[in-house]
C-alpha cells in the first residue's frame, strides 16, 4: 500500500512498518481523530483467496476486539477496503527487540528474563 492511501475516508498510511507471508503492517493517521498515530495492518491480497487465512484474520479481529490489556494493542476498526481485510490498532511507539539486538550485541541477563516474561 502506497504512502498517502487514505482507508475508509480516515485513515491515511504514512509507512511501512513490516511485512511477512500473511500480511503488512503500516504506520498511519486516523484523520478522523486528529491526526493520531494508528496501526493499519492488512491482509495481503495474494493471499485473501484462501478461506482459511480470511477466517484466521476475522477471529484475530474479534478476538481483539473483546481484549482490554496494557501489553495488547487496542481494536480501533475492522474492515474490507479495496477486497483487502483491514485491522485498524493502537500504535505503541517503541523500539523493536531486533532493532536493539542490532544496537546491542549483549543483553543482561535480568532484562532478557522481562523480555520473556512479557512474551508469555
Known amino acids: 500500500m502506497a504512502a498517502g ?3 475508509a475516508g ?17 504506520q498511519a493517521r486516523d484523520r478522523a481523530r486528529f491526526g493520531a498515530t494508528c496501526v493499519v495492518k492488512e491482509l495481503l491480497p495474494m493471499r485473501q483467496a484462501n478461506e482459511t487465512a480470511r477466517r484466521l484474520f476475522e477471529r484475530e479481529a474479534r478476538l481483539l476486539a473483546d481484549l482490554s490489556h496494557p501489553q495488547i494493542p487496542r481494536l480501533h476498526a475492522y474492515f474490507e477496503h479495496e477486497g483487502r481485510f483491514i485491522l ?8 523493536t527487540l531486533a ?7 549483549r543483553i543482561p ?7 520473556v516474561l512479557q512474551l508469555l
Do not use: H
Not at 88 to 95: A, L, N, P, Y
Not at 99 to 105: G, N, V
Open 88 to 95: 485498524i490498532q493502537e500504535f505503541v511507539d517503541g523500539e
Open 10 to 26: 480516515r485513515y491515511e498510511v504514512e509507512a511501512l512498518l513490516g511485512a511477512g507471508g500473511f500480511g503488512a503492517t503500516y
Open 99 to 105: 532493532a536493539r539486538l542490532q544496537r546491542e550485541t
Open 5 to 7: 492511501t487514505v482507508l
Open 109 to 115: 541477563e535480568g532484562e532478557v528474563r522481562q523480555i
